[in-house]
């Protein structure tokens, strides 16, 4: 079992930044792959962003390439995103995933990873 616990959202003006973290504990972290989701209003849960076990390998949606950036700590079992050059349409609820995989084929779907954290509101003010 893993657990997932994300924090750093808040409200920001559109243009600003933010950095989200993803605490993870129960496993051994370097084990997981992690990814970054996002939930817009009556929108479903979409990728967002991939890190592999050793932060070798990630990977971005389109939509978010340039501006945002995955790390990981696996000394402090953290993961991050960095989120630059902020939009409205950013806002969101942000989950973080964990896959059990040491491969670094970038994995977007969401049913492809076994845990998720509660999530952490992002919202970008115009």
């Known amino acids: 079992q893993v657990q997932l616990v994300e924090s750093g959202g808040g409200l920001v003006q559109a243009g600003g930044s933010l950095r989200l973290s993803c605490a993870a504990s129960?496993?051994?972290?370097?084990?997981?792959?992690m990814g970054w989701f996002r939930r817009a209003p009556g929108k479903e849960r979409e990728f967002v962003a991939f890190i592999s076990w050793s932060g070798g390998s990630t990977g971005y949606a389109d939509s978010v390439k340039g501006r945002f950036t995955i790390s990981r700590d696996n000394a402090k079992n953290t993961v991050y995103l960095q989120m630059n050059s902020l939009k409205p349409e950013n806002t969101a609820v942000y989950y973080c995933?964990?896959?059990?995989?040491?491969?670094?084929?970038?994995?977007?779907?969401?049913?492809?990873?076994?845990?998720w954290g509660q999530g952490t509101q992002v919202t970008v003010s115009s």
């Open positions: 129960g496993r051994t972290f370097s084990n997981y792959a």
């Open positions: 995933a964990a896959r059990r995989s040491t491969l670094v084929v970038v994995t977007t779907t969401p049913r492809s990873y076994d845990y």
